[in-house]
């Protein structure tokens, strides 16, 4: 394996105007800046792909196996692994005493392949006493699993053993920096050339972070999956307070700012939907409105086994706030919404 230095310090400024001037021969030393810094956004920049809390006050009740939260994401063209940070709460038995268990269990299913494969964690009793369902001490545990690069992954967290999972933050990890794994050459000499495949070299690593590589922009997922968000109105309801029918500066949403998230040559910005949900028949609807309540991403619902649902959307280069809703075909049948993820992506 080829393996490139990549420091994490002295981000070094591309002097654009100095180095490439018209009728001039690019020199080496911008070359090697140029590919430098594209190393060092492959090997350090990485994502945080899903971020999920519950409030303390209102931690789910314990029991054996309960699943918690699921999301969706795209992995960055460097991923190799995902890394969890959790904070959990110390486990009780649901009848108020301590239980000696406490697990996670992350599971991620690679939706390419259709093979999954999972991680769990055991951190037992946190604290030998105090109340059960607003613990007096929680814990940070981690976890990690191994990823392919590009690829389509689903997630799910649950608790075992009584465990009481609070918040979970995952965020992937860059393969090591080499040739083989898709880096750039380094170490121009002065004098030394600068061939095609050197500048083909960067700009296909910048291309692929830029369609791959951008940050998460929403995740939301009921607090437990036995609970899920249901509507038999054809009246949309807004998913995160399950009251508002609106949308409105009070209604609960998301603020986006995709400002600068553009290509130069559009005013929008490419994004993937995804919404976890099922309907008992008939065809129910998850959207995902703008302010002024016009649906900018929304996927049909049309089966009664629980699943993903994926489209494309392109929204606006603005600072905006999104609702998530979900409605039925009316009166009679039952939406159920478990899950939604949101993040910017292009083919």
């Not at 005493?97 to 999972?118: F, H, I």
């Not at 083989?180 to 030394?192: H, I, L, V």
């Not at 939301?220 to 309801?237: D, G, K, L, Q, Y």
């Amino acid at each position: 394996m080829t393996a490139i230095m990549v420091p994490r310090w002295e981000w070094r400024a591309i002097e654009t105007f100095r180095w490439l001037r018209n009728g001039r021969v690019p020199d080496s030393w911008f070359q090697e800046v140029l590919t430098e810094e594209t190393n060092k956004l492959a090997a350090w920049y990485t994502k945080e792909v899903c971020s999920l809390s519950v409030p303390i006050a209102n931690i789910p009740t314990a029991g054996g196996t309960v699943n918690r939260w699921r999301h969706r994401w795209f992995s960055g063209p460097f991923a190799e692994r995902a890394l969890v940070r959790a904070i959990v709460a110390r486990p009780y038995d649901g009848a108020g005493s301590p239980a000696q268990g406490g697990a996670l269990r992350w599971e991620v299913k690679n939706e390419d392949a259709v093979s999954t494969s999972s991680v769990e964690r055991d951190y037992g009793t946190v604290s030998p006493s105090g109340p059960s369902t607003t613990p007096d001490s929680m814990r940070i545990i981690d976890l990690t699993i191994d990823l392919s690069p590009s690829t389509n992954y689903s997630g799910l967290f649950v608790d075992l053993e009584f465990g009481h999972v609070v918040s979970v933050c995952v965020k992937e990890l860059s393969l090591p920096a080499s040739i083989e794994n898709g880096y750039a050459r380094q170490g121009f000499a002065f004098g030394s050339p600068i061939q095609d495949a050197d500048r083909s070299a960067v700009a296909t690593m910048l291309s692929a972070m830029w369609r791959h590589g951008a940050a998460h922009l929403m995740n939301w997922s009921v607090s437990v999956e036995s609970s899920p968000r249901t509507r038999t109105s054809a009246t949309a309801i807004n998913a995160v307070d399950n009251s508002s029918t609106t949308v409105s500066v009070n209604s609960p949403g998301y603020t986006l700012d995709l400002r600068f998230r553009n290509r130069l040559k559009d005013t929008t910005v490419p994004v993937r939907f995804h919404a976890y949900a099922k309907q008992s028949a008939g065809t129910g609807v998850i959207r995902l409105k703008d302010s002024g309540g016009s649906t900018v991403a929304s996927v049909n619902v049309n089966s009664s086994t629980a699943q993903w649902w994926t489209t494309t959307a392109s929204l606006p280069n603005t600072r905006a706030k999104y609702d998530l809703t979900l409605e039925s075909d009316g009166g009679v049948n039952t939406c159920s919404l478990y899950a939604a993820s949101l993040y910017q992506w292009e083919t």
